[in-house]
Each structure stands twice: as structure tokens, then as C-alpha cells.
């Protein structure tokens, strides 16, 4: 039986694609991606951590099974100590400053892509919100195995990859593809479609993120 998670994987599949193909995604590996390009992903990603984190607590709090509550309040922890300690890493390399971060404002995309997933929480479901984090999960893994082979020439770009790459990391992927499934089953299929949508939707956000950062989106 094809599992809900390898149907909405499908669903997405041409807009993963380009995301794939994107020119961030091949100038990350080919190292030919502008200094000043990547640093304004960061700010903007940070924002995005953040809230991510933040998503996943307020997701557990409406969840009852403990081990579901679990994995996502580990997720919150596991994004501090993870991801965004590693950030801290790439900003003092390349002298992002809080005053900077203080003095950017969040851009449209990462500022739609966000408020996508709280309303899937606020006026949707737990489950609806649960299938607009996977996507973040799942893409940037994929993007990671596909670059991980021939890696990167500049050596930060190369650490960014092996963030997505780590077996830790592929880990706490296959849980959110399992709890993803798990609150499929228990959904009826207005829900399920409407967990679909919230897949595909937050799978174009990830594309267009790329974008926003070549075009040093601003409002
Ligand atoms: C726009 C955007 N999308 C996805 C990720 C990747 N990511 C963010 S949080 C998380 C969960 C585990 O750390 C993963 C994989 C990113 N950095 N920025």
C-alpha cells in the first residue's frame, strides 16, 4: 500500500524538482554562490528557525500521545543545539552581528512561508500543520544526499551541506515521515487532502526561499 507520506512526496515532486535545480542549490555546490547572497539566506533563515522551533511546541501542545509530544518538543531542542548553534558559527565567520540581524526585516517569502504553517496550526489542524513541516525536513535531506558526493569547494558551503547529510539528521526525518503517516491514518480524507495542500504549499515556499535570497527580496 502506497503510504500517505510517497503520496504527497509525488504530489510535490515537480516542484522539488526545481528546487533541485535551482541555481542556489547548484552554486552552494559548485561554490560559485555570491558571498553576499548566502549571508542574506542566513538572516532570513534564522527567522525562519526560529519560528520553526517555536512551531513545534505549539503543535505539541495539542497533541496527546506522549511519544508524538516528545519528538517534537525534542525537534524545538534539538533546532537550538543543532541548526541554529551551528548558524552562530557561519555568522561570526562572516561578521553577521545581532545589531544586522536587529536591522533586518523579515522578506516576504520567509515571512509567507511562516505564517503558512501557524495558520495551517490556527485555523487548520495539528495534523495539517504537521504535513507544512515536513517539507523543511525532507527537501533539504534530499538536496544534501545529492550534493554530498561531490561536496563543495568553499569550505562553508560544504558544512552546510553535511548539516543535511548527517545520519542524526536523516534520523529525525524518517520520525517526522513516520508521525506524518501515523496522523494520516487518523485523519478523515477532507483532512488528509487538506494535509496534501499544506505539503505542496510549504514545498513551493522552500522553492521560492531560494529565490527570495538570489533577489535580495525586500518589501
Ligand atoms: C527555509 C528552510 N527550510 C528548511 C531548512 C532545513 N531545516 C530547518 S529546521 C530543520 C529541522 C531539523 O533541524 C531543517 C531540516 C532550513 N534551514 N531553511
Known amino acids: 500500500m502506497t503510504t500517505f507520506t510517497t503520496q504527497i512526496h509525488t504530489a510535490a ?32 533563515d534564522r527567522y525562519y528557525l526560529n519560528e520553526f522551533g517555536k512551531l513545534h511546541e505549539k503543535i505539541a501542545e495539542k497533541l496527546t500521545d506522549k511519544e508524538d509530544v516528545d519528538f517534537l518538543m525534542a525537534g524545538a531542542q534539538g533546532l537550538k543545539d543543532g541548526e541554529i548553534a551551528v548558524r552562530e558559527g557561519f555568522f561570526d565567520r562572516l561578521g553577521i552581528t545581532p545589531d544586522e540581524i536587529a536591522h533586518t526585516p523579515m522578506a516576504p517569502t520567509a ?3 511562516v505564517n503558512h504553517m501557524y495558520s495551517e496550526l490556527d485555523r487548520g489542524t495539528p495534523g495539517r500543520a504537521i504535513a507544512g513541516l515536513l ?31 548527517s545520519d542524526d539528521y536523516t534520523d529525525s526525518v524518517n520520525t517526522m515521515i513516520q508521525l506524518t503517516n501515523k496522523t494520516a491514518d487518523n485523519a ?32
Open 188 to 219: 478523515d480524507d477532507t483532512e488528509r487532502a487538506q494535509m496534501q495542500d499544506s505539503f505542496v504549499r510549504s514545498s513551493a515556499y522552500e522553492l521560492a526561499f531560494w529565490q527570495m535570497a538570489m533577489d535580495k527580496q525586500a518589501w
Open 111 to 113: 515571512y509567507n512561508y
Open 135 to 165: 517539507p523543511c525536513y525532507w527537501l533539504y535531506n534530499e538536496i544534501g544526499q545529492r550534493l554530498i558526493a561531490a561536496g563543495s569547494p568553499v569550505e562553508l558551503y560544504e558544512r552546510w551541506i553535511e548539516t543535511y547529510d
Open 13 to 44: 515532486e515537480p516542484c522539488w524538482q526545481k528546487s533541485f535545480d535551482h541555481p542556489f542549490v547548484h552554486e552552494i555546490g559548485d561554490g560559485s554562490l555570491p558571498n553576499d547572497v548566502f549571508r542574506y539566506y542566513l538572516i532570513q
